[in-house]
């Protein structure tokens, strides 16, 4: 079983978020980190205990895994991997999201959010990261333990993109999007085809 968790806030309630990626390194919010608590706090009380952590290598996706980690008896090492690191949004890096719109136009920006076609002038390298999610779904586990993944909203997506059933799962949501302080749940079936149970859920 694979947990993929966002990172928690990292603008304040009174504050215009941001397009914020790959060049942008955040700490979360007060906010963020409450976040961050609660889902180590939710993934305690249904028994999880990880077999194997992998975070982007920002601060926002660390902060949220040291938090989650908290909650935890005892925990793997924390592995760096650099697939899960946000996409590079380019010209819009840092823009409010009317400034994108007014850019890249709302079809672009649906596009994106619905079926991860990167618009222009980001940077995203769709193919490995599709091939990075597609061999660690496809490697042999380590233990019968899930694996938690803390990353970010650009590059959970292609996580979905990466089987043909959790893609086609991927149809049915409303968005690719995970929100912050969300996660998804991917598991194996009897016939040891990936399902999407859960995606966008928060504790």
């Not at 790959?22 to 249904?46: I, M, N, V």
């Not at 059933?165 to 302080?181: D, E, F, I, W």
Request: net charge neutral.
């Amino acid at each position: 079983m694979f947990i993929i968790v966002r990172h928690g806030n990292t603008f304040e309630a009174d504050e215009q978020p941001r397009r914020i990626g790959a060049r942008t390194d955040l700490p979360l919010t007060a906010k963020g980190k409450e976040q961050a608590r609660a889902l180590g706090a939710c993934f305690a009380a249904r028994g999880w205990r990880f077999g194997r952590m992998l975070v982007s290598p920002l601060l926002r996706t660390r902060q949220t895994a040291e938090a989650i980690l908290a909650h935890m008896p005892s925990a793997p090492q924390v592995e760096t991997a650099d697939f899960l690191r946000e996409v590079d949004h380019g010209p819009d890096e840092n823009l409010p999201e009317e400034a994108v719109v007014a850019r890249i136009g709302k079809e672009a920006l649906n596009a994106w959010e619905h079926g991860a076609e990167v618009p222009p002038g980001w940077v995203a390298e769709p193919e490995a990261r599709i091939a990075a999610w597609r061999d660690l779904f496809t490697a042999e586990p380590a233990s019968d333990q899930p694996t938690l993944l803390v990353t970010s909203n650009g590059a959970a997506r292609f996580a979905l993109l990466a089987d043909p059933h959790l893609h086609k799962a991927a149809k049915a949501l409303p968005s690719l999007k995970l929100p912050t302080g969300g996660y998804g749940i991917v598991a194996r079936n009897g016939q040891q085809q990936l399902v999407l149970q859960a995606w966008g859920e928060r504790p």
